[in-house]
């Protein structure tokens, strides 16, 4: 903890910081994470406006000197790619909105790659297995389903009456 309050205008470089580490450490990363981690070093129970906007302006600063970038939702390294995606623990478990695009879409190529053909419902459920997730919500149902029609878009995945194919060389 520092003796600055994050809430201070003063505390802008010490807040892109700590952003910078969490991006660092767990990239990509969600906004919704990095306020959870900016505002448990600081030793806050809530991230109220004040500091989510402190903490955004952080983020504008980190975005224009190209530390970080942002990627779909989420924020990340430049020019890292994500190789894997990470399971819940007991100590970390994570709401869909927490899980970027990146990691849900990896491990939907990886369902589809293990087992070609697979339909739309049991890729579904096989990810949200993979995420700890024991049912199939709205949210996300919804991004899922996002998740695997983007994958359709960018001919990652090819969907035919016989379920879900990785493209040729993908």
């Given at each position: 903890m520092w003796d600055l309050e994050l809430q201070d205008p003063d505390a802008?470089?010490?807040?892109?910081?700590v952003v910078?580490?969490?991006v660092e450490v767990e990239g990509p990363v969600?906004?919704?994470v990095i306020y959870t981690r900016v505002r448990l070093a600081w030793g806050l129970g809530r991230?109220?406006?004040v500091v989510r906007d402190r903490i955004d302006r952080a983020l504008r600063h980190l975005l224009r000197q190209g530390k970080v970038v942002k990627v779909d939702t989420a924020y990340?390294?430049?020019g890292h790619e994500t190789e894997f995606a990470r399971t819940p623990t007991d100590r970390c478990a994570r709401r869909v909105a927490e899980v970027p695009?990146?990691?849900r879409q990896l491990v939907l190529r990886n369902v589809v790659g293990e087992g070609p053909g697979v339909h739309r419902e049991d890729l579904l459920r096989e990810a949200a297995r993979f995420f700890?997730?024991?049912r199939l919500g709205a949210d996300i149902r919804d991004a899922l389903t996002g998740d695997i029609?983007?994958?359709i878009s960018s001919r990652d995945l090819i969907e035919s009456d016989g379920g879900l194919m990785p493209a040729e060389g993908a």
């Amino acid at each position: 903890m520092w003796d600055l309050e994050l809430q201070d205008p003063d505390a802008l470089d010490v807040v892109a910081d700590v952003v910078l580490c969490v991006v660092e450490v767990e990239g990509p990363v969600e906004k919704e994470v990095i306020y959870t981690r900016v505002r448990l070093a600081w030793g806050l129970g809530r991230a109220g406006q004040v500091v989510r906007d402190r903490i955004d302006r952080a983020l504008r600063h980190l975005l224009r000197q190209g530390k970080v970038v942002k990627v779909d939702t989420a924020y990340d390294r430049p020019g890292h790619e994500t190789e894997f995606a990470r399971t819940p623990t007991d100590r970390c478990a994570r709401r869909v909105a927490e899980v970027p695009a990146a990691e849900r879409q990896l491990v939907l190529r990886n369902v589809v790659g293990e087992g070609p053909g697979v339909h739309r419902e049991d890729l579904l459920r096989e990810a949200a297995r993979f995420f700890g997730w024991a049912r199939l919500g709205a949210d996300i149902r919804d991004a899922l389903t996002g998740d695997i029609d983007a994958l359709i878009s960018s001919r990652d995945l090819i969907e035919s009456d016989g379920g879900l194919m990785p493209a040729e060389g993908a």
